[in-house]
């Protein structure tokens, strides 16, 4: 077997007996089942951010002041990420990605049951806010430690005319994780009397979060500890390299990865989490009504990323990326009025924001990773993640919700507007860029 702990170039005998048939429908299980749990722990933190933190936490406080200190506190998360990619790169360096991924899973799983365990402001005092960002800082430490490089090889290993759809795999499990934790917050609110789901109810899904956590890790290692694709990762330089080097050497490239999906990581969140809050704040409709709706708005956003493939492998992908960023642009401008026009307005709000985000989100990942060399690209990509994350999400409900509320609908819209322009100028510099390199 493969010495998963030696990350020097493996030599012919080392490999011999050693099958090479990877097998891209088997990488893309794996990816989807580890995707799909840890956006499951994504949304069930951002609907408690919503309708359960603020008021068991901040009760002292205005329900908008307390909502914005609560994504205040959603946000540590994608800050914290970068640093999880330091941390994990040196273990995996000394240990392996099978130590990696064990750690990292680990400390998401236990962070997450620990906020299932959180007490009331009631009982800790201001103390219990402080202890979930610390929570919240463990899980973003953990996610950016999670990165296992199963998209590049997936990528890697697709077939010529079929990159679109191998690229687009690994963006199924965002709708899937929110559709099961839209769908359960719906149940749990629905079937508990409001004193019990605040009290113990809302913590359930914390506690399913571990348990799909625990499924998606033992997917994973049994794809990327066994000899097989440890000899491809090795083969086909996805080791990690040290941090500062790759930055020095691949910089340019890193930054324009981290502003090419802006536009559709921050419509990620203009049409998951902020429209709840401000329905939730500003409106007397039921969250259950609008969780609800979400989940079916979701199913179209499946299906858009499913299409995202065809029209990538037809078109190319960068095109398509640069067109969605121009189609977000112009939601941009319908967004403000449609969520503020009553149930018929959220429920076109939504259908549209969630087709046009699985066409965008569908191609998101990757999409200038050949800009870095190979050596280099399993570590630059995972920059490339917690930097896109972390410009594009990271703020976006905190920010859209405290524009809106300070100057209406429109300024979401605007903030919404300036990540399609990002969008845009970054796919068109890093076309310059791969041109000048060629």
Known sequence: MTDITNHSAPSPEAHQGVPHDVRPSDIAVGVILGRSSE???????????????????????????????????????????????????????????????????????????AMGLLPAYADAGIWSAVLLAILRVGQGIALGGSWDGLPSLLNIHAPEG????????????????????ALLFA?????????????????????????????????????????????????????PTPILPTIRAEG???????????????????????PLSWVFLYTPESPVRFLMLESLAAVVGLGAIVASAWLADRFGRRSLLFWGGAGIGVFSLLAPVLLNAGAVGETI??????????????????????????????????????????LGAGFAPLAALMLSSTFGLFASGLYLLSGAVCTMLALHFARILEARRD
Request: overall charge positive.
């Open 39 to 113: 956006f499951f722990d994504f949304f069930v933190f951002a609907i408690a951010s919503v309708i359960v933190f603020p008021g068991l936490l901040f009760p002292f406080l205005k329900p908008l002041d307390a909502t914005l200190w609560s994504f205040a506190i959603f946000s540590l998360a994608f800050v914290a990420r970068p640093l999880g990619t330091v941390i994990f790169t040196a273990i995996d360096q000394a240990f392996g990605k099978n130590v990696k991924l064990v750690v990292a899973l680990f400390l998401l799983g236990s962070s997450t049951v």
């Open 162 to 181: 079929r990159k679109g759809f191998y690229a687009m795999v690994p963006q199924l499990g965002a709708p899937v994780g929110l559709i099961v934790a």
């Open 187 to 239: 149940y749990l609110i629905d079937a508990l009397p409001a004193a019990d789901f605040l009290s113990w109810g809302w913590r359930y899904p914390f506690f399913v979060a571990f348990a799909i956590n625990v499924v998606a890790l033992f997917a994973r290692l049994r794809i990327v500890v066994s000899p097989e694709y440890q000899a491809m990762y090795e083969s086909r330089d996805l080791e």
């Open 252 to 274: 340019r490239g890193i930054l324009l990865g981290a502003f090419a999906p802006l536009a559709s990581f921050a419509l990620f969140h203009i049409v998951t989490v902020f």
């Open 349 to 390: 709000f939504l259908v549209y924001g969630f087709g046009i985000l699985g066409l965008n989100f569908g191609q998101s990942s990757g999409a200038i990773a050949s800009l870095f060399a190979p050596g280099r690209r399993y570590t630059a990509s995972a920059l490339v993640s917690d930097l896109a994350w972390l």
